[in-house]
């Protein structure tokens, strides 16, 4: 069997990045994950690959094109990470202790929107940016376990 040739492309000079709150129960962790690297594609769709096809030809929905990091912090230091990443203008994704009590994306935006930037009671943040961009955003943060 012959397989076709391809260029192994260059490693991105970009990285996602993941980071919780340290205190998050499994399933809370998994959940804020999953809505936090949602938003990522909408500041910038070429991170999204092509589609995934598998021996019998069935079409698979394309994902990252690189792994995403989870980290997790302490609230200060994902407090710090946040005010860094929005002093730099970096776009992110945010999530509140506050959205664990909605149940719709109109009202999760109305809990966010209620709160000044310095007061959000911050869960976690994702961001995609140039590595050592997010490397300082996210400085002191730690792999998750």
């Known amino acids: ?15 996602i990045v993941v980071v919780l709150r340290d205190d998050l129960e499994s399933w809370q962790a998994v959940n804020v994950t999953a809505f936090l690297v949602s938003g990522l ?9 092509e589609e995934y096809l598998d021996a019998d030809g069935v079409a698979y ?13 302490t609230d200060e230091v994902l ?3 946040h005010g860094r990443a929005v002093a730099r203008g970096m776009p992110l994704s945010v999530f509140t202790s ?16 209620a709160v000044g930037t310095a007061k959000l009671d911050l869960v976690g943040i994702a ?7 997010v490397d300082k955003v996210v400085k002191g943060a730690v792999m998750y376990r």
């Not at 069997?1 to 490693?11: D, G, K």
């Not at 929905?61 to 912090?73: S, Y």
């Not at 961001?127 to 961009?133: D, E, M, R």
């Open 1 to 15: 069997m012959e397989f076709e040739q391809h260029e192994t492309p260059a490693p991105p000079k970009t990285k």
């Open 41 to 49: 594609p909408t500041a910038d769709p070429d991170i999204i690959g």
């Open 61 to 73: 929905l394309p994902m990252f094109r690189q792994p995403v990091l989870v980290l997790r912090a």
């Open 79 to 81: 407090t710090a990470a």
């Open 98 to 113: 506050d959205l664990f009590a909605t149940g719709n994306d109109h009202d999760n935006r109305a809990a966010v929107r």
């Open 127 to 133: 961001l995609h940016g140039g590595k050592n961009q």
